[in-house]
């Protein structure tokens, strides 16, 4: 909209105006538009019920004239001479009577045809049929007592009638046709009002137009516009086609009926240009309203204008008019007045918190920022030779935001205020040294003397000075932080590359737990390439990139297919299949696997109907999917859930949710609460790669848990490492005694398939059985599968 910026420069006056009009002219210019779309709408529907009419008058016109001409064919019929010739078969006499009755009814063609439909006598008229028409004319009539039949005839529509002659049983058949004449269509015009057009097509020539009611402009439009249209225009009126398609033998008849619309319109233009009147007037009547009520409220506006730019340049002697006003200006001017006793105040309050931290009273990001910035200037105007390196140290503290939803926000203070003491004991022989926090739970230090080993000896002493654990009212905290170093110029040379890859180590030490990380090089790579993943997972998402696979868990007792593992697999464009552990783990990283876990949710939901053809006898096909820890934090996580079963109609009996031993212990209370939660809307719940992590078998069976899935890497180790095989009959049988499902994966070896059994664990999960496969190659694998097991009689 180029036009925006240079309205937003009027004058408010002008302004309130224009929009005042602009918005009373969209609200008449939107009545008048439904208005007319109403008009012509209902105009419409009228003209579809008198073109219906118009074609019921034409079948009852054709009904009429059918019956007539019935009545003149049994005439004949019972002639007597035309009885005795029929009688004694004289050709000639009958062919005679034919061509007189012809002459006296109108018929252009007039036959005698045997009670086989054989021709016996034919008139002379002008059109001469071939047996084999008069048969096909005639055998559609045969089982009629009255009634019609149109042909095409040398491009003219014919009206053909057929009666018995009986003596008293049936010796044959009169069959009479009568071309069709312009007074049909005039008698359909002047009853129905509706213009008329029939058009003939034989099979041999192009269709054309044989009789109309159509002015000469109106039929030539129709020509151009072409016949197979529904409407066209024509002398500025439109005219609304209904087309009928006739039965007939020797072509196609097709018969046209026109409306005019505007004819139909016509009744209702008074009324839409009294609107326009009306809307005219409102429009002047509103624009001097708006003009008036524009002028009472900016005069007082630009007084207060000028008393702002006075405030602006330094004037706050001098007080604002109109404050007696009880308006708004009033409340306005007041409130400017208020702002003039307490910018001084206002001022020393910003450049205090401009450059320090309130809560630790150690300088912020912007202080320490110009303070790194002030140390590379200071070296940058010596000789290189004379140049000293400086290191800036940036320290993040580890699982902060755990403190503070468990302890509070109070004690979390408490607890940066003391990071912030440690720090500056730490440093305190270090010259010149500066620390600050940077903001939330990162700090930084700035050590002008330092290189990259004095640097990595003063991140050490503070790793030390971490693992004395801090005490507040009986509550011990223990801390840990990830700790990053860049040094200047080795690194960079400017101060906010420098802060930058200061930044970019220490985020690389907190995700490998290295603790403390010189930078190097690399990592800008690493850095670029996790943006970049990041970015081509969202697309992925949003272009249906990714794909679900299924691996099947096998009843070990039945060999049934109870239930399938969803994995998920991106399908990169470029790339090719890549495989989840090439992005899950940094989608997890970055909180974007919540994304990807509701979208393979979605996805199974969406074919849940697919799969069931695959399901066991008797119950439904039972789907894992994997949880991971952001999803359990998500409190509103299984909300969307039950909204994504809604949408497909699909049953949370039919899901199970794998979740790790760690994804629980990272935050057990809150884990808890959303297991719950899950558990009430239905959902079966299973303990994955259980024996790997570290989680409390008391706290374990506090949770609504129906199912742990041993670790394959205990299953595969079973049969040659006694001790694995030790931890997995004791799972076994720790998840029986607990009334828990038990499933095995990682089963690969038919070995392991009869370990498993004579274990009695539930089900098994392995590529001894099956491979992930794309969901459309379930059904059939499973099948397979059912063949196979029952060849190798695995049960």
């Known amino acids: ?28 210019a939107t009545s008048l538009l439904v208005v007319h779309a109403s008009i012509e709408r209902n105009a419409r529907n009228q003209v579809a019920r ?83 028409l008069l048969r096909q004319i005639a055998t559609p009539l045969q089982n009629k007592d009255t009634g019609s039949q149109l042909a095409v005839i040398g491009g003219r529509p014919y009206l053909f009638v057929m009666v018995p002659m009986r003596a008293p049983v049936l010796i044959g058949w009169i069959l009479m046709g009568f071309p069709t004449e312009q007074a049909l269509v005039d008698n359909l015009y002047q ?53 009928l398609s006739l039965s007939v033998i020797g072509g196609e008849l097709d018969l046209l009926l026109l409306h005019s619309l505007e004819q139909a319109v016509g009744p209702f233009n008074q009324l839409q240009l009294t609107l326009l009147v009306i809307t005219g007037l409102g ?26 730019e006075r405030l602006g340049e330094g004037h706050y002697d001098q007080r604002m008019e109109h404050m007696a006003r009880r308006d708004e200006i009033g409340d ?160 960079a040379v400017d101060v906010d590359a420098l802060l930058s890859r200061a930044e970019i180590a220490m985020y690389t030490a907190k995700r490998n737990t290295t603790v403390t990380q010189l930078y190097d090089a690399a990592l800008d790579s690493s850095s670029t390439q996790t943006l970049s993943l990041l970015s081509e997972l969202r697309h992925a998402v949003q272009n249906h990139e990714l794909r679900v696979f299924l691996q099947p868990k096998i009843s070990l007792k039945t060999g049934e297919v109870v239930a399938a593992e969803a994995l998920v697999r991106w399908q990169h464009p470029t790339r090719g299949l890549i495989p989840p552990m090439a992005f899950i783990p940094f989608a997890e990283q970055t909180g974007f696997i919540r994304q990807i876990t ?107 848990v129906d199912e742990l899935k041993i670790d394959k890497s205990f299953v595969m180790g079973m049969g040659n490492d006694p001790d694995d095989g030790k931890i997995v009959r004791s799972t076994i049988d720790l998840a029986h005694n607990l009334g828990l499902n038990v499933v095995a994966e990682g089963v690969e070896t038919a070995a392991a398939w009869e370990l498993l059994r004579e274990l009695s664990c539930d089900e098994a999960q392995g590529y001894h059985m099956g491979k992930p496969m794309p969901v459309a190659e379930f059904p059939a694998w499973r099948e397979r599968w059912l063949q196979r097991y029952e060849t190798e009689n695995l049960s």
């Open 1 to 28: 909209m180029k036009w925006w910026p240079a309205f937003a420069d009027w004058r408010l006056s002008t302004r309130i105006v224009i929009l005042s009009l602009a918005l009373l002219l969209v609200v008449q």
């Open 50 to 132: 008198e073109l219906a009419i118009a074609e019921r008058i034409f079948r009852s016109l054709v009904d009429q004239r059918t019956q007539r001409l019935s009545q003149g064919a049994a005439v004949l019929s019972t002639d007597f001479g035309f009885r005795a010739a029929v009688n004694s078969h004289d050709t000639e006499t009958i062919k005679s009577a034919l061509d007189n009755h012809g002459d006296r009814t109108g018929a252009k063609v007039a036959a005698f045809l045997d009670t086989s439909l054989k021709p016996l006598a034919v008139n002379d008229g002008e059109t001469t049929l071939d047996a084999a």
């Open 191 to 243: 009853l129905s009002g509706a213009r008329m057009a029939l058009q003939a097509v034989d099979s041999a020539g192009p269709a054309s137009i044989v009789m109309n009611t159509l002015p000469p402009e109106n039929l030539r439009d129709l020509l151009k516009a072409g016949l197979g249209v529904t409407e066209f225009r024509s002398q500025g009126d439109t005219l609304i086609i209904r087309h």
């Open 283 to 308: 429009l002047l009547l509103f624009g001097l309203g708006s003009a008036w009520t524009a002028r009472r409220v900016t005069t007082p506006l630009r007084s207060l204008v000028e008393a702002a």
């Open 332 to 491: 306005l001017a007041n409130a400017f007045d208020r702002m003039r006793m307490n910018i001084a105040i206002s001022q020393n309050e910003i450049q205090q918190l401009a450059y320090w931290d309130r809560l630790t009273r150690l300088p912020n990001r912007v202080r320490f920022r110009d303070a790194v910035k002030e140390a590379i200037a200071t070296r940058q105007e010596v000789n290189l030779a004379q140049r000293s390196p400086l290191a800036v140290v940036t320290l993040n503290l580890d699982r902060f935001k755990h403190v503070n939803d468990v302890l509070g926000y109070a004690l979390g203070d408490r607890l940066l205020k003391a990071v912030a003491e440690r720090l500056l004991i730490q440093v305190e022989h270090q010259e010149a040294a500066v620390v600050a926090r940077l903001g939330g739970d990162e700090f930084a230090v700035l050590l002008p003397t330092a290189g990259a080993a004095a640097a990595m000896a003063v991140a050490q002493r503070i790793v030390r000075s971490f693992e004395i654990p801090l005490t507040y009212d009986d509550q011990t905290v223990d801390l840990s932080a990830s700790i990053g170093i860049a040094c200047w110029p080795e690194h």
């Open 598 to 704: 509701l979208w393979v949710f979605d996805e199974v939901a969406r074919q849940w109907d697919s799969l069931q053809p695959a399901a066991p006898r008797g119950q439904p096909l039972r789907v894992a999917i994997n949880l991971s820890t952001r999803d359990l934090m998500d409190p509103d996580f299984p909300a969307k859930l039950a909204v994504l079963l809604a949408t497909h109609g699909a049953s949370s009996a039919s899901f199970c949710l794998e979740i790790t031993e760690s994804a629980i212990m990272d935050d057990p209370l809150r884990a808890e609460t959303t297991l719950n939660q899950l558990s009430e809307l239905g959902f079966k719940l299973s303990i994955d790669d259980f024996g790997t992590g570290y989680s409390s078998l008391a706290y374990l069976k506090r949770l609504p």
